[in-house]
Structure formats: C-alpha cells, structure tokens
C-alpha cells in the first residue's frame, strides 16, 4: 500500500502524474492518491474578489487564513476543480477512481479551531471566524470500502471537524495520518521541488536521506512548506509507515521516480 | 428506496432539505440525494468573466452552451461548493454522507456530443467544444458499495463519457436513469416552483396528478424547465419506478411533502 500525496503549487504536471499512477493502479498496486490546490485557490480567490491571506503561527508555521468565504472558494476549487480533474484524467487513463474530500464519511476528523493566533508586525493576535483544524482520527471505513469495490480513492481537504463541520487541514499531514492509518508502507510527499535543499532554492543541495533522529535538525533549515512536510514525516514514521520520500512532480514517472528513492528518502 | 433530485434554482433552502433528508436517513429509508447548482453556477461564472450562455436546441429545449472552461466552472460549484456544501449540512446532522459526482466510479456513462445544434436568431447553428452529453448507463455499482458501508451518497453532474471525460448533463433525467437503475420506488424532483403549473407562473394552477398517458400532452403547456422534468419523469416510469413527484424545495418539510404527494404525482 502506498499513500501518494502531490501538492498544488505552480510548475507541477498531473497530465504526468496521471500517467504514472494509472500505471501502478493497472499493475494492481493498492493505492490512495492525496491532493492539495494551493495555487489555483490564490488565482481564484483573487478573481472573485477575496484575496488569499497568509498567517504565521507563533510557533512558526505559514498556512492559508481560512475564514467561511475562504472556506467556500477552497472547496470549490480543491474539491470541484481540481479533484474531479484529477478523477478525469484517471477515468480517461482507464482507472476507476472515485474524488473524496476529508468531510466525505468523515474520513478526515479532528477538532476545528475557531480562533488561531498569528503572528502580525511582531506581535500575537487572534484571528476569529476560522475554519481549520487538524486531523487526529482517520476514519478508514469508507476507503476500504473503496479498495473493496475495486476503485481508487483520491482524497482531498477539507476534512469535518468532530461536529460535522468543514475544516481546511494541511494536506501533507492529512496524507501522512492516512498513511499511518491504512499501515501504509510508504507515503510520497511530491512537490514542486526534488525534495529537501539544504539551501533553498538551489536544487543541488539536494539531501538525498534523512534519519528519523536527524529530523528536528533538518527542520531548522528548510523552507516553509519543507518544514510542514518534514513534521509529517516524522508523524508518519512514529504512525508505523515504514518510509516517506519527498520527492518532485514536475515531470515525467514522479511516483516511480520517488518510489526509486529519487528525492530525499526519510526512514 | 428513493431519489430525491433537488434543482440549483433561486429560492431553494437546503438546511431545511438537509433536515428532512437526515430524519428519513436516521429512520433508515435508503436513500440517494441527486443536487444541481446552476443558479450558483451563472453568479460564478460571472463573477469570473466567463458568462453563462444558454442554447435552444432545433427540438425545443434549453440547456447551458459548456465550453471547456465553463465546465471547469460548472465543476467547482456543482462538485466543490454545493456538494460539499450538502455533505456538511448532512454530517452536521448525523448522516454519514459522500458526495460524488457521476465521473466518479463512472456512476453515470454516457456519449459525448462534441458539437450541439442550437437555434439562433431564428437559425440552425452548430456549437463545437461542447462538452455535454447524456446518461445512457448507470453503474450503480459505487452506489450499492456506498450502500453497504452504511453511507448516503449525495451526487452531482458531470457524468463521464464512454471515453472518461467529464460532461455535462441534465440532473433531472439523470436523476430518473439512477432510480430506474436502482429499482427505486419513487422519484421526486424538487425545485422552486410546487410543481406542474397549467398557467406559469400562477401557482393557482399547479396540476396535482399526471397519468403515464397525459405527459405529451402536459409537456405542451409546461415552460423550459419543466419540460425537461416531464421528461425525466415519462423515462423513470418507463424505467419502472412506481411514481414520481414533481414538488417544492423552498420551505420545511420538502421530501416528506412529496413523499405526501403534495406537488404533482406521476404515476
């Protein structure tokens, strides 16, 4: 079983990606496929009038400041335009895939946070009419009932909070508790980038493997995401996933590829 | 079992949908709840400077002109806000919901027409990047998975073509091919008129039953719309569902009303 997440930022190819996992899914390889949409969310929300905005925690984490409007154009994009596109492109492959949101049986739950603090010109405030959270329980139910029927599930945020609710979550942490919670033998974290740099942007300081004690080192020297995909790492392997491998999407075979320990292999 | 088809028209309220449909969900009913968006469509596809365009084909009926862009549109609000939308409503009522569009596990199959015929300034003219179709075949084989794992599945246009792509297609008579494929005993399409009207808009004159034999002849006097519901509703009887109701979704109580009969009952 492999858990296969690709980000949704510019420069990544899902006509290649497509073609890669429907070779695996052909080949009878149990497979969940996990998407973001980050950036045609931007583009959109900017189109309709209700431009992104971007939060850091105090502890030091950029996410996206998801108010109910926010709410609203992410699931039309992550759950409209991009996941049914993604089901398309499988459909035409010959693969009999089936487009999710975390909400969808809740098979992503966890506790919404109404309130988040955000660090703003130097100082803590409080940002009010929040719809995130976090997943902290997988509800497997619905993907093994998938995997039974012979289709492939494609999963996407939101995830439901534990009333119900649509929460955004990070999807590289969503991915890594689904990994863990189907006793995923590897989970592939695929982005725009060859995987962890140790001087980002250059591609060359590529770190090709990273122990699971080397982590929290590794951390203090990646780039925003980098550090969120690095925190799911970690969750995954301390949730039994026997590898993670971020690994990059911009071009042909990524899956294969990270499948080959292409990337930077975390074990 | 039934199919309850709620239209994406003005004026219809989808909390009180979503509270009758959770009560008949708790009390066990199998259920299977079809959803439109067009209204919220045209607001988008405005909103996005690409706007809707309507055609009339040569036999009389009016549909949405879907070029490749406006499909990706019709998708973030059918498959994104409004099927996530309902999912939400559902969840947060209780009902284990998952919201899937007809691409997803190829549930609706059907042909592609590339190129539509459409009437213009009294003219014949043929319209090409059209990306719309019709259900010829149900695969219901999603739809009875989701059954046994104890979910209500909640679906929306697109359909897929025999080749996989993603089309649009009327939700009313996809509606009725689903409850005829699934032997259900009823078929409600509710929208935001009570029903067959013999004098449009008067609702004075709602028609309150239709025999198998009356439809050509109520279709005559029905405007757009409802035509097209008509003829859902002649292929669902033909496809041996016991009756259908052509009702209202704008206030309390809509399936229960139907379920009453209140509305117009085709039988």
Known sequence: ??????????????????????????????????????????RVAEALGHPPR???????????????????IFEMVYCGEINKGVVERLQRRGVNAVGLSGLD???WEGP?????????????RVLRDSWTGKVERVNTGLIQTLFDGG??????????????????????????????ALGAET???????????????????????????EIDAASEHAEGRMRIKLLGAR??????????????ARGADPVTNALEGKGTVIA
């Not at 006509?15 to 931007?42: F, K, Y």
């Not at 909070?161 to 649509?166: M, P």
């Not at 989970?187 to 942007?201: C, E, K, T």
């Open 1 to 42: 079983m492999i858990v296969i997440k690709v980000g949704g930022s510019e420069g990544i190819d899902l006509d290649l990606l497509c073609d890669d996992v429907a070779g695996l899914a052909r080949d009878g390889v149990p497979l969940v496929l996990v998407h973001g949409g980050s950036h045609r969310t931007n």
């Open 54 to 72: 971007f939060v850091t925690s105090p502890s030091g984490y950029t996410s996206r400041h998801t108010d109910r409007r926010t709410l609203e």
């Open 105 to 107: 049986g809740r098979t």
């Open 112 to 124: 919404r946070k109404k309130a988040i603090r955000a660090i703003e010109d130097g100082r803590v």
């Open 151 to 180: 289709f492939v599930p494609v999963l996407t945020p939101p995830a439901a909070s534990f009333d119900g609710e649509a929460i955004n979550v990070d999807g590289d942490r969503a991915a890594a508790a689904t990994a863990a």
């Open 187 to 213: 989970l592939l974290l695929l982005s725009n980038v060859p995987g962890l740099l140790r001087d980002f942007p250059d591609e060359a300081s590529l770190v090709p493997a990273v122990a699971r004690a």
């Open 235 to 248: 969750e995954a392997l301390d949730g039994g996933v026997g590898r993670v491998v971020l690994g990059d």
